[in-house]
């Protein structure tokens, strides 16, 4: 299988606000960089960099003034004489008459942001860039006639909505993918987010459109984060209904109860028939993974990727979280190798 990869991942490195403190992000380089040495150890496939995207490209998942605020905030924060790094600490809630985009900065990160755990850098635009450009060569890759290929995204992906970053994420890769994939002629798309979280922005941003599929298995939002999306009554609305699948599953799921949702998966996904499924391939359902729930083993994942192999379809694989940095390569190449068969 085709990995695509870029270093520039490496230019966004930041904090997080956590257990009543600012400390080094879970979300680091090092992530990446233990995937690749995995894929390369394990003979996975050739691995090639991004093309270039224009930011236009990254509008229809997005909207235009998100990506101008996204691709501006570090300028219009150390233009504050701040040189420390950008974290939202103040956001809209319920009830107001109206909310519209402040002037300062401070509040623009709020309004365009759903947590503290997404901090701001010099190099933030630039990573964030790369990676969706990863998974856009990857879908590129797939309309050519390739059977699979692996964009091995850092930043991730999943929590970002239509105008906003949280959770790590700021433009959502897969959902990116998607709509060039729509943009350029299919007819379908599937997006299966089997990262623990709930991918609260790619449902967002598909929910009531009947041409992408978004399904996610994830950790029960009662007591997992995001908390406030990923409940199985979320359908999708209007022309979408019925096109938005959540399966959340409780604290301490092994891979039993896992491969039954992924086969109920499997049968929406063979309904909807689609042109390309893109997984958003998170492996924090990993049994030590430091801030999840789940209880999956290593070779658990060399199963899942042998089920989403059985489901037929051009695929993308897109890497979203995964934080037991030793395991996280051996962990998601096994979903990649259990794909290939
Ligand atoms: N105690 C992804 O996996 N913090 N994002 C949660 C839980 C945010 C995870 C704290 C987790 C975001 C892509
Ligand atoms: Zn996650």
């Known amino acids: 299988m085709l990995t695509i990869y870029s270093s520039d991942h490496r230019l966004h490195h930041g904090v997080e606000l956590k257990d009543g403190a600012v400390s080094e992000s879970f979300e680091k380089p090092a992530r990446a960089e233990t995937v690749l040495a995995r894929v390369k150890a394990a003979g996975l496939g050739g691995i090639i960099g991004p093309q ?51 002037q300062f900065i401070d ?45 091995l995204c850092r930043p991730p992906g999943h929590h970002a909505g239509r105008e906003y970053m949280g959770g790590y994420c700021y433009l959502n890769n897969a959902a990116i993918a998607a709509q060039h994939c729509i943009a350029r002629g299919a007819e379908r798309v599937a997006i299966l ?61 092994a891979l039993d109860q896992f491969a039954t949702a992924l086969h109920h998966a499997g049968a929406a996904i063979a309904r909807h028939a689609p042109d390309a499924l893109i997984v958003s391939l998170g492996v924090d359902t990993f049994e030590d ?19 989403i192999g059985r489901f037929g379809a051009p695929t993308l694989f897109v890497m979203e979280g995964g934080y037991m940095v030793d395991e996280i390569g051996v962990n998601a190449v096994n979903v990649l190798l259990g794909f290939e068969g």
């Open 107 to 151: 509040g623009k990160l709020g309004f365009f942001s759903m947590d503290a755990g997404s901090p701001i850098n010099a190099g933030t635009w630039d990573a964030v860039s790369a990676s969706a450009n990863l998974a856009l060569t990857g879908i590129d890759r797939l309309s050519d006639g390739t059977r699979s290929a692996f964009a």
């Open 52 to 102: 270039s995207y224009d930011r236009s490209s990254y509008v229809g998942a997005h909207s235009e003034r998100y990506i101008e605020f996204l691709a501006g905030a570090w300028s219009e924060w150390i233009a504050t004489g701040r040189t420390c790094q950008a974290l939202p600490l103040v956001w809209p809630v319920r009830g107001l008459p109206s909310i519209e985009v402040p």
């Open 289 to 307: 993974d430091p801030i999840s729930h789940f209880r999956l083993r290593t070779p658990d994942y060399l199963r899942i990727g042998e089920v």
């Open 193 to 253: 987010d089997i990262d623990f979280h709930h991918g609260n922005g790619t449902q967002e941003i598909f929910y009531d459109r009947s041409d992408v599929l978004f399904i996610s298995i994830h950790g029960d939002p009662a007591v997992s984060f995001p908390y406030f999306s990923g409940h199985a009554n979320e359908r999708g609305a209007g022309p979408g209904e019925g096109f938005n699948l959540n399966m959340p599953l409780p604290k301490g799921t």
